[in-house]
């Protein structure tokens, strides 16, 4: 199986390694090879062993899922983590399961993806001016990351939108942990919040400024599509299509279909 390792790994490898790279290529690669955090580790590699029954014939992936999308996007997208049979399976983010099959509907609904259905890392799939990535990079149990994962995995988010820096404008903030997450992330690579520090909701809206440059950058929240949050109607295809073309329009990046 593609997922499994037996080599034992340092607790402070992401922290170690991330502020060590020096282009997003480097990062998605190093990102692939984390096995800091074990409770992650073994679930992800679990679900592979066990599969479903609809997939019993993937070769899972099985491994942290890399972010996803051009390497100076404007815009960026942050979600949760990966689905234990969708991007843990397909080895891309919100590939394969019902979540990204809500996102990527809307990102192609307003010109932003190329296709309109993410199957697996291989089908063509390309995203313009907008990268997806995660707080979390490994799927955890019950799809709710410890404190403790969120904060060892944090590194690489952190160097990811150090990354980015130069090109990025704004972030579609999916979720409430995703928020949580990404504040301090922003932080540490400089970014100034806001006291008290902006509070999370769909549409919610922030902007931080760059210490060194005074440049400020865009946060947009919207909430996950969480196969709950859409069932529910909690949050709809036309709400999610809003706070994206909203991120768009603020990070400079065309949309060819507006939103309905």
Not at 103 to 119: H, M, N, Q, T
Request: charged share 25%; proline share 10%.
């Amino acid at each position: 199986m593609r997922g499994s390792r037996t080599t034992p790994q340092a607790h402070d490898f992401p922290s170690v390694t991330a502020p060590r790279l020096g282009c997003v290529r480097e990062l998605d690669e190093a990102v692939a090879t984390c096995r800091a955090c074990p409770r992650l580790v073994a679930w992800r590699e679990e679900a592979a062993r066990v599969k479903r029954r609809a997939f019993r014939d993937w070769e899972y992936w099985a491994r942290p899922v890399p972010g996803f999308g051009p390497p100076d996007a404007p815009l960026a997208i942050i979600g949760l983590a990966p689905a234990a049979h969708g991007g843990n399976r397909t080895g891309r983010i919100f590939t394969g399961d019902p979540s990204g099959d809500v996102l990527y509907a809307a990102l192609y609904d307003l010109g932003l993806a190329s296709r309109p259905v993410a199957a697996h890392r291989d089908d063509g799939m390309k995203l313009y001016g907008v990268r997806i990535t995660v707080p979390v990079h490994c799927a955890p149990p019950d799809n709710r990351p410890t404190t403790a994962e969120r904060d060892t995995c944090r590194p690489w988010l952190a160097r990811e939108l150090e990354l980015l820096r130069p090109t990025l404008r704004a972030i579609v903030v999916l979720g409430g942990f995703a928020w949580q997450a990404l504040l301090p992330a922003l932080t540490a690579t400089g970014w100034r919040v806001s006291r008290p520090r902006p509070a999370f909701g769909h549409g919610a809206r922030a902007q931080l400024t760059d210490a060194r440059s005074e440049r400020v950058l865009h946060l947009i929240g919207g909430y996950h599509p969480s196969q709950r949050n859409v069932s529910t109607r909690t949050l709809t295809p036309a709400m999610l299509r809003d706070v994206l073309h909203r991120g768009a329009d603020i990070a400079g990046v065309a949309v060819c279909r507006p939103p309905a």
